[in-house]
């Protein structure tokens, strides 16, 4: 009798965030919801902060509407969302009264599995969603952001998975968002939480590919004894996004493992996204390969693509590698964060500033805030001198409480600045999605009307006289309609 | 202490084989190879018979030139090379003379480990290769090639192994040159032929990444004792090409086994094929995620299009699905062979001449001879009824001994019409490519003087007015040369 193994599949969300920018419109996962709801997924990850983010910026659909849209076409499978624990699915902390709301509004709008991480591993800034959750019925599952460094252990991964499950969680998940769990960790974290845990408590384990060598990872984890592993439908999985579906699938047969899941209805699902695909391929990342060199630099792709954009924008381009040795020792000040949003994006900015005008010489706002514990508590002792030096930048004192303690009630306010724009609906949605995104919710409130956007175009059959990979090049000939002196003139080019 | 698993790096073979359609010219191999030489691999893949033919048919290079370069550029690794058995690295069965002067002479010029195969797993079609390879004193590796059907038992494929063993070879070689070896069956099959060959015999294993699950079956080899696997530098690795090499080192830390690699001698020979890959980018396969259905169908990638072009030459490309279903039902009749050249191109037209013309209404020659025995032994017996029809069609008996048995001396004769060929050398060498490619031979003895190749481009600055995704969209302003009215012109055509 093989144990069961069961599987999430991260296609309505993590996939295209990681693969195609967040951009896919909802009427393009719609037509596959029918065969991945009859696959026998554990659950579907299907919301989170980008995806939120995207509806509103770019794709003009309520991200409210989805969540209902996908819970009734997913009658028979769990939904599930990713929670950035007291920043909800923003970007900086709100007061507990507001990840309160969220957590019923979701769960009231659809939302069976709420996974919770903090980007500093500081449980403190869990408890109210966890707690939040709890409350509602639904099940509430706690992360262990998985990270490398000289201070981080399998024994306080454990440790920290054992206060998850003191705080009451339905499930732990070993979350490694940039690809660095090895099999021999994957196995020794998932055995030693078992251990210390009991074998009761679930252990949900969610790896991306970008290294290649995540899926042994899988195989370690589950000999461990992993209850759940995320996997994508392999129409949009590997580069920086996750290990397929169906590989997973064939792997485990004879081994002793199974899922349950039926391999025709995800070659269903893979049919819909192969045919979707090309149609979103001016966001699609051009990273196809492995990329292990993130195991001696901790620094994940999206992070480096960053950092080089904001080189390039001071004409620093070619301080890249100075940079890349930077990182390093910024995230040691810090404590050893791990890099993921918003530490990624915090650390990193403070490194390229730290190249182009001398070690700490201006500190950003965020950084300043992270040495100084407003984001929480890190694993690390910080650097006592960049402490002092962003106490004076800040002019702020150090704090080690929890954050959100420092913040006063503000649902109130929140609701009346929302209510006061335009196209508000009056609902407690919309005002957390103000809440969440004020720069971006106004707008969004004001054109929701028009509908929701398709940004995926059809391929369009060739009818140019270029080769794309040999521009200049013509293949064929081709009439254009030219102005030569301001005369108008039918012009058939031909290839030379 | 940890086990040391020797790796061998396919990159100079079978990667661009797999990935570029074999057609990377030397001068771009040349300058990774003292890095490649330094990493410290047990060997580097470096010819074989698609290569041998790609040099004369399509670069222009003297394929020995090509192993005596590379001996000279690797004096601290084994070179190695994949040998079709009987069939030397031609598409016929060669009489033994011909055998042993190909093994002296790729010896001669500097091949040290020789990867023996048969399509056909018929031990008979290795017998006088290995033998010749020993007689050289390099390394003879015999070769079981993998595959899935209802005959094959890992007992059989261990078995095979023995026989090998009893034939004398240094090394066995598991191939699974379609990604079918699932991490049990690999488990298996490895601690199979150590338990029943002894721990001294070396097992080598070579498996493709095309359905994403092999590098946990290279995981799941290296725990049951295999000595030695088969991986490609990262920059030309993965959909139907290897597992890349830094992942295999990066997935085995802390787990007990280890390789001798310096990662920092692989990363700039990843860092070199980088710059490379791109400029054979009209050779590159499409094909970078998985395909797991191959596991249902048992078709290879290649031999697929292969199938779907000879259908769409006559009008019938609607009919791929029957073809689809036609092929087990052939690969059965024909006593399951292992789908690898030229197996699988004659089990695959036959399909589509079944389809086509009705159940064994026409014959192809080669396959009346795969039924007739003219190949070798399959492992399971054949259709009675269609080797009858063989029979009728072909005009020829069945035979059950070693085919090689049938055919006369003809060194001499292969040697008096290649030396009759303008510009061959008079070497052994050259009357060697002529008996393999006769129709290839004698256009590159002709213009081998010209010398070599380079079929890579440098990719183009875009100075195009065509965004590639949309063809006809002009992206920028654009001046061309055109002829209206039979009068030229220079004409600027910029974006509407």
Redesign the interface.
């Known amino acids: 009798m093989a144990r069961t193994v069961e599987v999430t599949d991260v296609i309505l969300r993590d996939a295209h965030q990681s693969l195609m920018a967040t951009r896919m419109a909802l009427e393009d996962m719609v037509p596959a919801c029918e065969a991945l709801d009859r696959a026998g997924y554990w659950s579907l990850e299907c919301w989170g902060g980008a995806t939120f983010d995207s509806c509103i910026r770019f794709l003009n659909e309520d991200p409210w509407e989805r969540l209902r849209t996908f819970k009734r076409l997913l009658p028979n499978t769990r939904t599930q969302m990713l929670l950035r624990g007291q920043n909800i699915l923003g970007y900086r902390h709100y007061e507990d009264g507001v990840v309160e709301r969220f957590v019923d509004k979701a769960a009231e709008n659809g939302m069976d599995v709420f996974r919770v991480f903090d980007a500093l591993n500081d449980t403190r800034n869990l408890e109210t969603a966890l707690r939040a959750v709890k409350a509602t019925g639904k099940h509430a599952q706690g992360t262990v952001c998985y990270t490398i460094s000289p201070v981080h252990t399998i024994e306080k991964f454990v440790d920290m998975a054992a206060r998850l499950q003191d705080m009451g969680v339905d499930s732990v998940c070993i979350k490694d968002m940039a690809a660095l769990l090895?099999?021999?960790?994957a196995y020794d974290l998932v055995k030693g939480i078992k251990e210390k845990c009991g074998e009761g408590l679930l252990v949900h384990v969610h790896v991306h590919a970008t290294?290649?060598?995540t899926?042994?990872s899988l195989?370690k984890a589950i000999e461990a004894g992993a209850d759940i592993v995320d996997t994508s439908v392999?129409?949009l999985?590997?580069g920086p996004g996750h290990?397929?579906t169906?590989?997973l699938?064939?792997?485990l047969?004879?081994?002793g493992y199974d899922t349950r899941l039926d391999l025709a209805a995800v070659?269903e699902a893979r049919d819909h996204f192969a045919t979707i695909r090309p149609r979103y391929?001016?966001f699609l990342t051009d990273f196809?390969?492995?990329e292990?060199?993130i195991?001696k630099s901790q620094i994940p792709g999206g992070m480096l693509s960053n950092m080089e954009s904001q080189l390039k924008q001071q004409n620093q381009g070619h301080r890249m590698r100075e940079v890349l040795e930077e990182v390093p020792r910024v995230r040691q000040a810090a404590g050893f964060p791990p890099l993921v949003t918003p530490s990624s994006q915090i650390v990193g900015t403070q490194a390229v500033f730290n190249v182009m005008m001398g070690e700490y010489k201006v500190m950003t706002g965020e950084f300043s805030d992270l040495m100084l514990g407003y984001y929480g508590a890190t694993d690390a002792d910080k650097d006592p001198a960049v402490v002092a030096k962003a106490k004076e930048s800040a002019k702020k004192e150090p704090i080690t409480g929890r954050p959100a303690d420092l913040l006063a009630p503000e649902w109130d306010k929140l609701t009346a600045e929302a209510k006061a724009l335009e196209g508000h609906d009056g609902s407690d949605e919309d005002t957390l999605t103000y809440a969440m995104f004020p720069q971006v919710a106004p707008k969004f409130f004001r054109e929701r009307a028009d509908g929701p956007l398709n940004l995926g175009?059809d391929?369009?059959a060739?009818?140019?006289?270029?080769d794309?990979?040999?521009?200049?090049y013509l293949a064929q000939e081709i009439e254009?309609e030219?102005t030569?002196n301001g005369q108008k003139?039918k012009?058939t080019?031909s290839p030379a």
């Open positions: 090895k099999p021999q960790p290294t290649g060598v899926l042994v195989m392999s129409a999985s590997l290990n397929p169906e590989s699938v064939e792997m047969e004879g081994t070659y391929r001016e196809q390969g492995v292990t060199e195991f175009r391929p369009v060739p009818r140019a006289p270029v794309p990979s040999h521009p200049g254009y030219v030569v003139a012009v080019v």
